[in-house]
């Protein structure tokens, strides 16, 4: 058994960009920048209101002032200001040449003969400067940023509509089991439906990457070498789910090594998902995940996700935070780091989902997070802090 930061270092070890290509900005939601994007322009582009309301000198705050155009967004102001005048200017518009000082519409009042007059001190200029946000030229996003939809306004707003992102890796995904039928399919006798297979797919695709399902191998060697024969030619990570353990049945590893991957490990201290099980060969990385549904998820986040992230090129962040038990927490046995599903409450306290084992997935299901309780540790007591990840 190889401790999981061990495991995890070996994972990210094996890792390689696959490429680089262009997308299209309507495209790029979740992909990782390959390039840094620069501002084509100033922004904001001109001094603009920051309000509805009028443009004057700082010095005629005090006075009735004549109201000598309105600008609304988009216009360009045709007068500019002298004494004793003002604009009517619209939030975002351009302020008029002589103005440095925008009173916003509520402060103020139209008297009898329409001139304008201030009713409260104002506090704040109100006008956003030329160039105060971005300087033409300045970066404003880096390479190796994951493109989300605020990255999508500033991608918009400096007019890159075209851009470089890191390919993404093609995952192929196998489920292993004389037991599984599809989804879709009505379960007889000792059957059970296939979970773990869909669950890994949605995995990947909310990791942003490709997700490719292979389909159900059977549970002899014949079907897993030729399926994952198959899925190496196709993909650049093949993952399968099932038949990493001690049974009679489980030839993962087996069918693994006859297509020329070596095992680097197939045996983590940690619960669940102690067989889970990787291999690498001709460039290809091989994962044996664990049959039940909660121990391959959980080792999904482990060490799958990271090794995506990075193949993206995008650097490394591991969602961890300390949070205060809610209840004590007892167990017996603690060689292995344990991996609990739990749930973090609204009074910033996290305690542990009712969990019956690894194929208990409605357990994940109402779940927000997870609590690392670590080797040589069988009590934690109320109020003490736990590592917490959010799901
Ligand atoms: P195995 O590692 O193949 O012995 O599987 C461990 C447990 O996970 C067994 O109870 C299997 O029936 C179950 N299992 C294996 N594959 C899946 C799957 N794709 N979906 C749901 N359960 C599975
Ligand atoms: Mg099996």
Known sequence: MIS????????????FIIGIEEVSILNS?????????K??????????????????KSSDLKFALEMVETIPAGKFPEKSISDKQCAKIMTGAKIPEGADFVVMVEHSEVLSDGRIKFTKEPLNKNICYLGEDVKENEIVLTKGTLIQPQHIA?????G?????????????????GDELVEPY????????RNSNGYQMLAQVQNAGAIANYMGIAKDNIEDSVSLISKALEEN????????????????????????????????????????????VGNNKICFGMPGNPVSSFIQFDLLVKPLIQKMMGLSLCYNCMKLPLKKDFRRKKTERLAIIPANINSDGTVEPTEYHGSAHIFAL??????????????????????DVRQL
């Open 29 to 37: 939601l979740n992909r990782v920048l390959a390039e840094d994007i």
């Open 154 to 158: 500033i991608l918009s707003a400096v």
């Open 39 to 56: 501002s084509d322009m100033n922004m904001p582009p001109f001094d603009k209101s920051a309000m509805d309301g009028y443009a004057c």
């Open 365 to 386: 299901g109402y779940s927000n997070s997870i609590i690392f309780v670590p080797i040589g540790i069988n009590e934690i007591k109320a109020g003490e802090l736990v």
């Open 236 to 279: 650049d990570i093949i993952m399968l789910s099932g038949g990493v353990s001690m049974g009679d049945f489980d030839f993962v590893g087996v069918a693994l090594e006859k297509n020329g991957i070596k095992i680097l490990f197939d045996s983590i201290a940690v619960q669940p998902g102690k067989p889970t099980t990787f291999g």
């Open 160 to 176: 890159c509509v075209k851009f470089n992102v890191y390919k993404q890796p093609k995952i192929g995904i196998i489920a292993t």
């Open 4 to 15: 999981l930061e061990n495991a995890l270092n070996v994972v990210l070890e094996s890792s």
């Open 185 to 192: 399919e009505k379960p007889i006798k000792s059957q059970i």
